[in-house]
C-alpha cells in the first residue's frame, strides 16, 4: 500500500512539472494560449487546464503539444526529470500510461544534454489505435523492434504490419498511426533527432 500511495505522490509531483514547463514553453516563445492553441490544435481550454495542473494530457494531446514545440515527447518528459544519469537502472526509468488508451511508454533511455537519441519501450493493449497528425520534427529518425503481438504503422499512405522479431526504420515526416493486434503489442523504438 505504501509504495502505491509513493507512485501516487511521484505521478502527480510529474504532472505538476509537466505543467509548469508547458507554461514555461508557451510564454518563452510569447504566445498565448489562443496562439498555442491554434498552432496544436488543441482547445484553449483543454490548454488551460493542463497548463494549472487540472488535467493530466492523453499521449495525443502530448504529441500535438510537441510537434508545436517541435520536440520529442521523450525529450519533453526528460525536461521535466531530474538530470539523467549515464547509467539508467529499470526501476528508476520513467513510466507513463495513457489513461484513455492504456498505452505505457517506458523511457529506456531518455534524452540527454549533447546526445541525439532516445529509446523507448511501448505497450499497447489490444486493439488500440493512436493516430499523430505530424512529427514532433521533420524527419525524425526511427528505429522500431516489436517484441511481442502484432502492429500496424501506418506512415502517411502506407501501412506496414510488424510481427514478433520484425523492425522497421524510417524517417517521419508527415502524420503517423499505430494500430496494435488482438494481443495487443509491445515493442522498442529507438528515435534520432535529424
Same mark, same amino acid.
Given at each position: +500500500?505504501?509504495?502505491?500511495? $509513493?507512485?501516487?505522490?511521484a505521478?502527480?509531483? %510529474?504532472?505538476?512539472?509537466?505543467?509548469?514547463?508547458? /507554461?514555461?514553453?508557451?510564454t518563452?516563445r510569447?504566445?498565448?494560449?489562443?496562439? !498555442? $492553441?491554434?498552432?496544436?490544435?488543441?482547445? &484553449? $481550454?483543454?490548454?488551460?487546464r +493542463?497548463?494549472?495542473?487540472?488535467?493530466?494530457?492523453?499521449?495525443?494531446? !502530448?504529441? &500535438?503539444?510537441?510537434?508545436?514545440?517541435?520536440?520529442? %515527447?521523450?525529450?519533453?518528459?526528460?525536461?521535466?526529470?531530474?538530470?539523467a544519469?549515464? @547509467?539508467?537502472?529499470?526501476?528508476?526509468?520513467?513510466?507513463?500510461?495513457? #489513461?484513455?488508451?492504456?498505452?505505457?511508454?517506458?523511457?529506456?533511455? =531518455?534524452? +540527454?544534454? #549533447? @546526445?541525439?537519441?532516445? %529509446?523507448?519501450? #511501448?505497450?499497447?493493449?489490444?486493439? *488500440?489505435?493512436?493516430p499523430?497528425?505530424?512529427?514532433?520534427?521533420?524527419?525524425l529518425?526511427?528505429?522500431?523492434? @516489436? !517484441?511481442?503481438?502484432?502492429?500496424? *504503422?501506418g506512415?502517411? =499512405?502506407?501501412?506496414?504490419?510488424?510481427?514478433? #522479431?520484425?523492425?522497421?526504420?524510417?524517417?517521419?515526416?508527415?502524420?503517423?498511426?499505430? /494500430?496494435?493486434?488482438?494481443?495487443?503489442?509491445?515493442?522498442?523504438l529507438? %528515435?534520432?533527432?535529424?
Open positions: +500500500m505504501a509504495s502505491s500511495l $509513493a507512485d501516487g505522490a505521478a502527480r509531483d %510529474m504532472d505538476a512539472r509537466l505543467a509548469e514547463r508547458l /507554461v514555461q514553453l508557451r518563452e510569447g504566445w498565448s494560449l489562443e496562439q !498555442l $492553441a491554434e498552432r496544436s490544435g488543441v482547445s &484553449r $481550454a483543454t490548454l488551460s +493542463m497548463e494549472r495542473n487540472e488535467t493530466s494530457p492523453t499521449t495525443a494531446l !502530448l504529441g &500535438r503539444l510537441c510537434t508545436a514545440y517541435n520536440k520529442t %515527447m521523450s525529450r519533453l518528459l526528460v525536461e521535466v526529470e531530474a538530470e544519469p549515464s @547509467l539508467l537502472r529499470a526501476v528508476a526509468q520513467p513510466v507513463r500510461t495513457d #489513461g484513455d488508451t492504456g498505452f505505457r511508454r517506458r523511457d529506456v533511455s =531518455p534524452p +540527454m544534454p #549533447g @546526445l541525439n537519441g532516445e %529509446m523507448i519501450e #511501448g505497450e499497447l493493449p489490444p486493439d *488500440v489505435s493512436i499523430y497528425e505530424a512529427p514532433p520534427a521533420a524527419g529518425e526511427h528505429h522500431l523492434w @516489436l !517484441l511481442a503481438g502484432r502492429l500496424e *504503422v506512415l502517411g =499512405p502506407r501501412a506496414f504490419v510488424l510481427q514478433p #522479431g520484425d523492425s522497421l526504420r524510417f524517417r517521419l515526416f508527415g502524420p503517423s498511426r499505430y /494500430v496494435s493486434g488482438p494481443a495487443g503489442a509491445r515493442y522498442v529507438a %528515435m534520432v533527432q535529424p
